[in-house]
Each structure stands twice: as C-alpha cells, then as structure tokens.
C-alpha cells in the first residue's frame, strides 16, 4: 500500500522478553520517528530517523530501547527485557525531509504492545 | 523547550454545537502548526496546518489561526456532526524538525 506500514498490529509479551516491532514508511520518505500513545498521555516522542545522520536517540525511555532504521527505509524498535510500564500503542510515522516548513507526518495505524 | 498544551477532554457536544478546542505552545522561533485527528480504529491524519504567524488553516469544516501574540492555534468548527467524534491532537515543528504533540482531546458528538 501507499501509507506507513506496521507490524505486528497487536503483540501480547510475557514480562522480561524482547519485542521487535516493525515500521515500513512511505517510499521517498527520508525522515521516520517513532512515538509512543499512553492513555491519557498523548504521543511521546522516541526516536528520530533523518536520511543516513545519526538518529535523533534523545526520547528512549532507558537502554532497553533501541531501534535501526536499515536502508533507509524499514525501521524496527526492538524493546529487551520488557516490563508492564512498557505497554502501550507505538506510532511509527514519516515524512519528506522535515525542517521544511509545514512538513506533515504520515502515521501507521500502531503497533499494541501488552505486556503480562 | 518545545511543548504543546491542549484543553483536557472528553469534550461532549450535541449535533450541530460549536466547537473550540484550545491549544497552546511554547518554541524558540517560528514553529509550524498542526492538528491530527484521530478516529476510532484509525490511525493520526492531517487535519489542518499553518506555517506563518496569522495563516489560517482550514478542512473538512474545521478552521485554526496561528496567534503569534498568543501563541495559540485554537481549533473551531461552527456545527459539529456526529460522525467528527474523534481524537484531536495540536503539534508544532519547528527547528529541532520533531514535532512535538499535546495530549490530545477528546471529543463525543451525540445525536
């Protein structure tokens, strides 16, 4: 399809494994972040993605977050050891070069992680 | 640093009400401003944007204006309809080129 891809839609986890999630942006798309939606908590933002520069780690939670972005294109998010505060609905989006102005962010539909 | 503050929902509206959403934000420089919506089951999408200080953008019914003296982009809709139930998020991005969301609001339109 034309949008943001991702992968899987729902995940389930037993608490203290390793997740991977996935995100396929939209083709031409240099820049793709990564965000994470709590109830009640808005989008909190992750990482950033922009063309073959050093991504943007600054929103990681802890160092059991990480994520690679190969080809730049296909991004994962890959959540070790995981803990019940890490659930929530993850939101990979992307877009042409931002800083210009105006640039809009194209979404995927989520990925819902459940941690138990 | 940049952030975005938007009224506490749910919002609840009759059919055909008027509706204001408020938003405000804090950046250095001049940010670009945005609203996502939402809808059940769906994925954010791009409602309205403004680039420059008193543009005004507009879709779908909905209008906003970037109040630099207030920096304040406030959505409006002068009669909403049931089927405009949804999440609404404000953003702005402006020179660290991530753009930063608020909360989101909330709002029920009943019939």
């Known amino acids: 399809g034309a949008g943001v891809s991702q992968s899987p839609s729902n995940k389930v986890t037993e608490k203290g494994k390793d997740v991977e999630l996935r995100c396929d942006p939209i083709?031409?798309?240099?820049?793709l972040y990564w965000y994470r939606q709590s109830l009640g908590q808005g989008l909190e933002f992750l990482i950033y993605?922009?063309?073959?520069?050093?991504?943007?780690k600054s929103g990681l939670p802890s160092d059991r977050f990480s994520a690679e972005r190969t080809g730049g294109s296909v991004s994962t998010l890959t959540i070790q050891r995981t803990q019940q505060e890490d659930s929530a609905v993850y939101l990979c989006?992307?877009?042409?070069?931002?800083?210009?102005?105006?640039?809009?962010?194209?979404f995927g539909q989520g990925t819902r992680l459940t941690v138990v | 640093g940049n952030s975005v503050t938007q009224m506490e929902g749910p919002v609840t509206l009759s059919e055909e009400a008027f509706l204001t959403i408020n938003c405000t934000y804090t950046?250095?420089?001049?940010?670009?401003l945005f609203w996502y919506v939402q809808y059940p089951g769906e994925g954010l999408q791009l409602l309205l944007k403004a680039t420059k200080a008193d543009d005004k953008g507009s879709n779908k019914g909905f209008e906003a204006t970037y109040r630099k003296e207030t920096t304040s982009f406030h959505l409006e809709k002068g009669s909403v309809q049931v089927s405009d139930s949804a999440v609404y998020f404000c953003?702005?991005?402006?020179?660290?080129?991530?753009?930063?969301f608020g909360r989101g609001t909330s709002l029920i339109v009943h019939p």
């Open positions: 993605f922009q063309g073959n520069s050093a991504p943007d």
């Open positions: 083709s031409g798309h240099t820049a």
């Open positions: 950046a250095t420089g001049y940010p670009s």
């Open positions: 989006a992307s877009s042409f070069r931002s800083g210009q102005l105006g640039t809009e962010a194209f």
């Open positions: 953003a702005q991005s402006g020179g660290s080129y991530i753009p930063t």
